[in-house]
């Protein structure tokens, strides 16, 4: 079968959810039996979101190749279990440097470079190279980044346009998500903000197809009628995509009202399978009844914006919910941790997780939390700079070591028990230059970890950092209590640590969350909430 193309564009206003809605459907069609993969176009002219703050952009997603991607990508992981890769996100940044780099090999012989057609052809060649794969996806849903009507997206809605005139009927489809503001005042749904976007998209060439529209209330019939006459689509082809309280719901609302079915039929292709969304079903049905509840302090530097640790409060949620479970999570920024007041930030907390992060900005507020929870056996779960955090507490406060630090935050310090790979230390750029992607970690049996992985003695996982434990203290630390349960062997690095004699004490150099799904959710994740759950119903824990 012909590979078919659906592409999502955005208007009105961003943060509107359009990666939510490409792996909703993505889900929904893979649930009736197509192979389907999802594109990211990002505007921006960064090569990747690797070195960008995650308060501008949220959280760096990383793929098993070791791809530094936008967050969506972690949506379309999580919704459809199944792996991306770096073909799955393209930035301008990206693009643009290849047409340049290609401008100067010659490859244009001699042509006066241009936006149309060399980024265009550019842009419409990496929307293609998912789908003239060996993998031979029957749908690639391409999601484009930004507002219609941004100047820098301009290429892409371009792109778009070309692309489904070359693909011909039924080979591409436009859906377009818009806001649909509600107006507390008067109680009235306003639709000209979607007219005037759609009409701003078909001054660029391009009839949208389907209409997914934002919306806080329900869109009355009347509302449909409208949108429809005014926006040249059929009644039936406006989506309503309503708040919800958790994302995963949103599958099985636009089912709900036939979206994959007027997807596929757009398509001309068969809508015979009915989607399986039983397990799908019950994930919701457990996380809107949960039995238990558990208070989570999750310790981070990024923490007034929820999205730079996406993957990991998604992970807490597959987890609570396995477990029949709410988490809450009680967010705490690091810089604010002292020792006046650490008793009160962590009243009632059930359990510890040190998140992820680059720069010494919060170290010490991190330490400390380690500390209290290592001292108060409240089980802990650092993850890549929240392991090393661990290290630095432990050599500072068990071994004696009161001089310990990164080599990151301090590289003349004497006791650097986190450090750099030597051919690190004479990099010159940021960007691309961390241990990526997946990694084998070989497990210690009878290990708390090798246990909770289903003694399993070899697992892969997704790094995405610098520095590393610094294996001169590896003895000290053993003697100690503090065992290396988890080693590449290939590069005898450090991947996990756990304390004996602690009901759950554990840091992981790679990010497990990344591997969290729906209907896989990450067995560290599981075990964690497990743990903190005992400790909730014991008082004196807490």
């Given at each position: 079968?012909?590979?078919?193309?659906?592409?999502?564009?955005?208007?009105?206003?961003?943060?509107?959810?359009?990666?939510?809605?490409?792996?909703?459907?993505?889900?929904?069609?893979?649930?009736r039996?197509?192979?389907?993969?999802?594109?990211?176009?990002?505007?921006?002219?960064?090569?990747?979101?690797?070195?960008?703050?995650?308060?501008?952009?949220?959280?760096?997603?990383?793929?098993?190749?070791?791809a530094?991607?936008?967050?969506?990508?972690g949506?379309?992981?999580?919704?459809?279990?199944?792996?991306?890769?770096?073909?799955?996100?393209?930035?301008?940044?990206?693009?643009?440097?290849?047409?340049?780099?290609?401008?100067?090999?010659?490859?244009?012989?001699?042509?006066?470079?241009?936006?149309?057609?060399?980024?265009?052809?550019?842009?419409?060649?990496?929307?293609?190279?998912?789908?003239?794969?060996e993998?031979?996806?029957?749908?690639?849903?391409?999601?484009?980044?930004?507002?219609?009507?941004?100047?820098?997206?301009?290429?892409?809605?371009?792109?778009?346009?070309?692309?489904?005139?070359?693909?011909?009927?039924?080979?591409?489809?436009?859906?377009?998500?818009?806001?649909?503001?509600?107006?507390?005042?008067?109680?009235?749904?306003?639709?000209?903000?979607?007219?005037?976007?759609?009409?701003?998209?078909?001054?660029n060439g391009?009839?949208?197809?389907?209409?997914?529209?934002?919306?806080e209330?329900?869109?009355?019939?009347?509302?449909?009628?409208?949108?429809?006459?005014?926006?040249?689509?059929?009644?039936?082809?406006?989506?309503?995509?309503?708040?919800?309280?958790?994302?995963?719901?949103?599958?099985?609302?636009?089912?709900?009202?036939?979206?994959?079915?007027?997807?596929?039929?757009?398509?001309?292709?068969?809508?015979?399978?009915?989607?399986?969304?039983?397990?799908?079903?019950?994930?919701?049905?457990?996380?809107?009844?949960?039995?238990?509840?558990?208070?989570?302090a999750?310790?981070?530097?990024?923490?007034s914006?929820?999205?730079?640790?996406?993957?990991i409060?998604?992970?807490l949620?597959?987890?609570?919910?396995?477990?029949?479970?709410?988490?809450?999570i009680?967010?705490?920024?690091?810089?604010?941790?002292?020792?006046?007041?650490?008793?009160?930030?962590?009243?009632?907390?059930?359990?510890?997780l040190?998140?992820?992060?680059?720069?010494?900005?919060?170290?010490?507020?991190?330490?400390?939390?380690?500390?209290?929870?290592?001292?108060?056996?409240?089980?802990?779960?650092?993850?890549?700079?929240?392991?090393?955090?661990?290290?630095?507490?432990?050599?500072?406060?068990?071994?004696?070591?009161?001089?310990a630090?990164?080599?990151?935050?301090?590289?003349?310090?004497?006791?650097?028990?986190?450090?750099l790979?030597?051919?690190?230390?004479?990099?010159?750029?940021?960007?691309?230059?961390?241990?990526?992607?997946?990694?084998?970690?070989?497990?210690?049996?009878?290990?708390?970890?090798?246990?909770?992985?289903?003694?399993k003695?070899?697992?892969?996982?997704?790094?995405?950092?610098?520095y590393?434990?610094n294996?001169?203290?590896?003895?000290?630390?053993?003697?100690?209590?503090?065992?290396?349960?988890?080693?590449?062997?290939?590069?005898?690095?450090?991947?996990?640590?756990?304390?004996?004699?602690h009901?759950?004490?554990?840091?992981?150099?790679?990010?497990?969350?990344?591997?969290?799904?729906?209907?896989?959710?990450?067995?560290?994740?599981?075990?964690?909430i497990?743990?903190?759950?005992?400790?909730?119903?014991?008082?004196s824990?807490?």
């Amino acid at each position: 079968m012909k590979t078919k193309y659906i592409f999502v564009t955005g208007g009105v206003t961003s943060s509107l959810g359009k990666g939510i809605v490409s792996a909703s459907l993505g889900m929904l069609l893979k649930a009736r039996g197509y192979k389907v993969s999802i594109l990211k176009l990002d505007p921006y002219f960064n090569i990747d979101p690797g070195t960008l703050n995650p308060y501008e952009h949220g959280e760096c997603f990383v793929t098993k190749d070791g791809a530094e991607t936008d967050l969506d990508l972690g949506h379309y992981e999580r919704f459809l279990s199944q792996s991306t890769s770096k073909e799955n996100n393209v930035t301008s940044g990206l693009i643009y440097k290849t047409v340049i780099d290609n401008e100067r090999k010659g490859n244009y012989l001699g042509k006066t470079v241009q936006v149309i057609p060399h980024i265009t052809n550019e842009i419409k060649r990496r929307i293609k190279i998912l789908g003239e794969s060996e993998k031979n996806y029957d749908i690639i849903i391409t999601e484009i980044g930004g507002t219609v009507g941004d100047i820098e997206s301009l290429p892409y809605v371009e792109s778009v346009r070309q692309l489904k005139w070359e693909l011909g009927k039924f080979n591409g489809l436009v859906i377009h998500l818009t806001l649909l503001p509600h107006i507390t005042v008067t109680g009235e749904i306003k639709t000209k903000p979607t007219q005037h976007s759609v009409r701003n998209l078909m001054e660029n060439g391009i009839q949208a197809d389907i209409l997914v529209c934002r919306t806080e209330k329900h869109i009355s019939d009347n509302i449909r009628k409208k949108l429809a006459l005014f926006c040249n689509v059929k009644p039936k082809h406006v989506i309503e995509s309503i708040d919800t309280k958790i994302i995963y719901e949103i599958p099985y609302l636009l089912h709900l009202q036939n979206f994959d079915e007027v997807v596929l039929n757009h398509l001309n292709l068969s809508t015979h399978t009915i989607p399986d969304l039983k397990k799908w079903k019950t994930f919701i049905k457990k996380y809107k009844n949960p039995k238990h509840e558990t208070k989570i302090a999750l310790v981070g530097k990024y923490v007034s914006l929820h999205d730079s640790y996406k993957s990991i409060t998604e992970a807490l949620i597959h987890a609570g919910t396995e477990n029949e479970t709410y988490v809450n999570i009680k967010w705490i920024y690091s810089e604010m941790i002292k020792e006046k007041n650490i008793k009160k930030y962590f009243k009632g907390i059930s359990g510890i997780l040190v998140a992820p992060g680059f720069g010494n900005r919060g170290i010490e507020g991190k330490i400390l939390a380690a500390k209290y929870a290592r001292e108060n056996k409240i089980p802990f779960f650092g993850i890549c700079l929240g392991m090393q955090i661990a290290v630095i507490e432990f050599a500072r406060n068990v071994l004696g070591l009161k001089e310990a630090e990164s080599y990151e935050t301090n590289p003349k310090t004497s006791h650097p028990v986190i450090s750099l790979m030597e051919k690190q230390k004479k990099r010159t750029h940021t960007g691309g230059t961390m241990r990526l992607g997946n990694w084998k970690c070989t497990l210690v049996e009878g290990s708390k970890i090798y246990s909770i992985y289903g003694k399993k003695k070899e697992i892969f996982e997704r790094h995405r950092h610098r520095y590393e434990f610094n294996n001169n203290y590896l003895e000290f630390f053993s003697n100690a209590g503090m065992k290396a349960v988890g080693v590449n062997l290939e590069t005898g690095l450090v991947e996990a640590l756990e304390l004996e004699n602690h009901i759950f004490f554990l840091g992981v150099q790679y990010h497990p969350e990344y591997q969290s799904t729906v209907t896989h959710p990450h067995p560290l994740f599981t075990n964690f909430i497990q743990v903190s759950i005992i400790v909730s119903q014991n008082s004196s824990y807490i």
